[in-house]
C-alpha cells in the first residue's frame, strides 16, 4: 500500500507539474493527445497484456515466450496501429481531434506504451508485486524528472517539447522489466503460443476498448462541444479520478494474479466479496475527505485557473466508489476466464455512457460529462455485481 501512496503523489504530481507548465488550453490538448496514444495502446495490445498475466500466473514456466512474444508483437502491432489510425484520420480529417506535430507525437508514442504493457503484466503474474511497484514507482520518477528538466533546464513550455518526455519511461523501465526476468531464461518467440492466447485475449481486448470509450470518450465529446479550454478543465477531473482509481487498480491486479491460480471457485468468490469491501471502504474514506477539502486541494496544486474543475470532480465522486468497486468485480470474472456475456456489459456500459454525455453536456455543460458518468458507473456496477454473483455461487467454474 506505500508502493501506491507513492504512485499517487508521484502521478499528483506529474498532472500539477503539467496543469502549472502548460495552463488549461494547452492542458487540454495534452489531456487528448495522451488519451489519443491510451486508444492506440489499447487497440494495439490486443488484450494480450491480460493474458501475460493470465497464463504467467498459471505457469511461470511460460515467461520467457510471453516476454519474447512480447517484445516482437509490440514493435509490429504499434507499427500497424500507427499506419491504421492514421489512414483513418487521412480519410476522415473532420473527426480528427488534434493537428500538426503533437498529433504525429500522439501516434509514435503508441509502440512504447504497447511493449510497457505487455511486460509489465508479466510480474504481477509470477507474484512479484515488488518489482511491479518499483516499476511503477520508476515509470513515474522518471516522467515527474524530465518535466522538471523541461522547466528548468530548457525553460520550455512547448506541448512537443513535453510530450515527447513520455517516450522515455516506457521504453527504460520496459528494459529494465525484461532484465529483471532473465532468470527465467532468455527471451523466446512462439507462433503457437501467441494462437493459444487469442481466445482469452480478444475477450480482453473488447473489454478494453469498450472501457476506454466509457471511461475516457467524453474527453473527446467535451473538446468537439464545449472547446479545448473545458476538455483542459476535464482532464485534471480525470487526473483526480485516476489517482482514486489506483487503490482499486492495486487491489484487482493482486486479487487477478492469486484467483487465477485458484481452483476452489467459492473460496475465489469469497476474497473477492472482501477484496470488494476493502477497496469501497477506503474508497468512500478518500472521496469523504476530498470532499471537503476540494477547493483548498484543487487551487492549491493545480493553481487557480483550473478552479472551474472543482465542481465537475465532485459530481464525479459517487462514481469513482461505484467504478473502483466496479473492478474487483471484473477481475473475479476475468480471473475465470472472463465469459462472453461480459463484453455484452462492457459494450451496453459505453453506449449508455456515450449517450447520457452527449445530452448532459449539452445541458449541463461540465457538470453534465460528471453527472452522466456517475450514473452510468452506478448502474454498470450493479450490472457487473450481479453477473458476478452467478458465477460466485457455483462450485467449479468452466469457461
Known amino acids: 500500500?506505500?508502493?501506491?501512496?507513492?504512485?499517487?503523489?508521484?502521478?499528483?504530481?506529474?498532472?500539477?507539474?503539467?496543469?502549472?507548465?502548460?495552463?488549461?488550453d494547452a492542458r487540454g490538448t495534452f489531456g487528448i493527445a495522451l488519451q489519443l496514444t491510451t486508444f492506440g495502446v489499447q487497440i494495439g495490445c490486443l488484450g494480450l497484456h491480460s493474458s501475460n498475466l493470465?497464463?504467467?500466473?498459471?505457469?511461470?514456466?511460460?515467461?520467457?515466450?510471453?516476454?519474447?512474444?512480447?517484445?516482437?508483437?509490440?514493435?509490429?502491432?504499434g507499427i500497424a496501429v500507427i499506419i491504421t489510425m492514421a489512414v483513418f484520420f487521412l480519410l476522415f480529417p473532420s473527426i480528427r481531434p488534434l493537428d500538426g506535430s503533437i498529433y504525429v507525437l500522439s501516434l509514435l508514442a503508441i509502440p512504447?506504451?504497447?511493449?510497457?504493457?505487455?511486460?509489465?503484466n508479466i510480474l504481477p503474474?509470477?507474484?512479484?508485486?515488488k518489482s511491479y511497484n518499483y516499476s511503477e514507482i520508476a515509470f513515474r520518477i522518471i516522467g515527474v524528472l524530465l518535466f522538471i528538466i523541461v522547466i528548468v533546464l530548457f525553460n520550455s513550455s512547448s506541448i512537443e517539447f513535453v510530450y515527447s518526455t513520455t517516450f522515455v519511461a516506457p521504453l527504460l523501465v520496459s528494459t529494465w522489466i525484461v532484465w529483471k526476468l532473465r532468470r527465467y531464461g532468455a527471451p523466446t518467440t512462439s507462433i503457437p503460443e501467441v494462437k493459444s492466447s487469442i481466445s482469452y485475449a480478444s475477450r480482453v481486448y473488447v473489454s478494453m476498448i469498450f472501457a476506454f470509450v466509457m471511461f475516457k470518450?467524453?474527453?473527446?465529446?467535451?473538446?468537439?462541444?464545449?472547446?479545448?479550454?473545458?476538455?483542459?478543465?476535464?482532464?485534471?477531473?480525470?487526473?483526480?479520478?485516476?489517482?482514486?482509481?489506483?487503490?482499486?487498480?492495486?487491489?484487482?491486479?493482486?486479487?487477478?494474479s492469486k484467483s487465477s491460480s485458484m481452483e476452489n471457485n467459492k473460496q475465489r468468490w469469497k476474497m473477492t466479496i472482501k477484496s470488494a469491501m476493502l477497496c469501497g471502504g477506503i474508497l468512500l474514506f478518500s472521496v469523504v475527505l476530498f470532499y471537503w477539502n476540494?477547493?483548498?486541494?484543487?487551487?492549491?496544486?493545480?493553481?487557480?485557473?483550473?478552479?472551474?474543475?472543482?465542481?465537475p470532480c465532485n459530481y464525479l465522486l459517487v462514481g469513482i466508489i461505484f467504478i473502483g468497486v466496479q473492478t474487483i468485480f471484473m477481475q473475479y470474472l476475468a480471473s475465470i476466464g472472463l465469459p462472453k456475456f461480459t463484453l455484452y456489459l462492457w459494450g451496453i456500459g459505453a453506449i449508455v455512457t456515450v449517450i447520457l454525455n452527449?445530452?448532459?453536456?449539452?445541458?449541463?455543460?461540465?457538470?453534465?460529462?460528471?453527472?452522466?458518468?456517475?450514473?452510468?458507473?452506478?448502474?454498470?456496477?450493479?450490472?457487473?455485481?450481479?453477473?458476478?454473483?452467478?458465477?460466485?455461487?457455483?462450485?467449479?467454474?468452466?469457461?
Request: net charge negative.
Open 1 to 24: 500500500m506505500l508502493a501506491k501512496i507513492i504512485i499517487g503523489i508521484l502521478g499528483a504530481v506529474s498532472s500539477i507539474l503539467l496543469a502549472r507548465l502548460l495552463g488549461p
Open 54 to 77: 493470465y497464463y504467467s500466473a498459471k505457469d511461470s514456466s511460460k515467461v520467457p515466450t510471453l516476454v519474447g512474444n512480447s517484445i516482437i508483437l509490440s514493435v509490429v502491432l
Open 112 to 120: 512504447f506504451g504497447i511493449v510497457y504493457l505487455l511486460i509489465q
Open 125 to 129: 503474474g509470477i507474484q512479484d508485486i
Open 217 to 256: 470518450g467524453n474527453l473527446f465529446i467535451i473538446k468537439e462541444m464545449l472547446g479545448v479550454t473545458q476538455a483542459g478543465y476535464y482532464s485534471v477531473v480525470m487526473n483526480i479520478a485516476d489517482l482514486f482509481t489506483l487503490i482499486s487498480a492495486s487491489i484487482g491486479m493482486i486479487l487477478f
Open 294 to 311: 476540494d477547493d483548498l486541494l484543487v487551487t492549491l496544486l493545480f493553481g487557480k485557473e483550473f478552479s472551474q474543475a472543482i465542481e
Open 358 to 399: 452527449y445530452f448532459f453536456i449539452r445541458e449541463y455543460d461540465l457538470n453534465g460529462a460528471s453527472i452522466a458518468s456517475s450514473i452510468s458507473y452506478c448502474v454498470f456496477t450493479i450490472a457487473v455485481f450481479i453477473y458476478a454473483s452467478y458465477y460466485g455461487r457455483k462450485e467449479i467454474v468452466s469457461i
